[in-house]
């Protein structure tokens, strides 16, 4: 059974600090590259970053140099690090597999909310 579970959201100030944890499983995790998404209220769901499965990583012009995405093949686990939380920043944040495949089950997201 595909399952993403995405833990790690909460209420943070502005230029504080989050981590996101994702769990995958009932897919072959290593070999796709992943995502991360979010989609605030009344917004489409959009790319956040994205990572090969060779650690390359990609990452949207609003997020560079403040949020870092990795991953544990291993224990099949995607990371977001986000610092510098800005208010924009505010969202439900999701993963799944890069958007040049098509998506498995969505999550229920986790939320991440900035203010102060």
């Known amino acids: 059974q595909v399952q993403l579970v995405e833990s790690g959201g909460n209420l943070v100030q502005p230029g504080g600090s989050l981590r996101l944890s994702c769990a995958a499983s009932?897919?072959?995790?290593?070999?796709?590259?992943m995502a991360w998404y979010r989609q605030a209220p009344g917004k489409e769901r959009e790319l956040v970053a994205s990572?090969?499965?060779?650690?390359?990583?990609t990452y949207a012009d609003s997020v560079k140099g403040r949020f870092t995405i990795s991953r544990d093949n291993v224990n099949e686990e995607l990371y977001l690090q986000m610092n510098n939380l800005k208010s924009e920043d505010t969202a439900v944040y999701y993963c799944?597999?890069?958007?040049?495949?098509?998506?498995?089950?969505w999550g229920q997201g986790t939320q991440v909310t900035v203010s102060s």
């Open positions: 009932g897919f072959l995790f290593g070999v796709y590259a």
């Open positions: 799944n597999k890069d958007r040049v495949y098509m998506p498995v089950s």
């Open positions: 990572i090969k499965s060779s650690g390359e990583t």
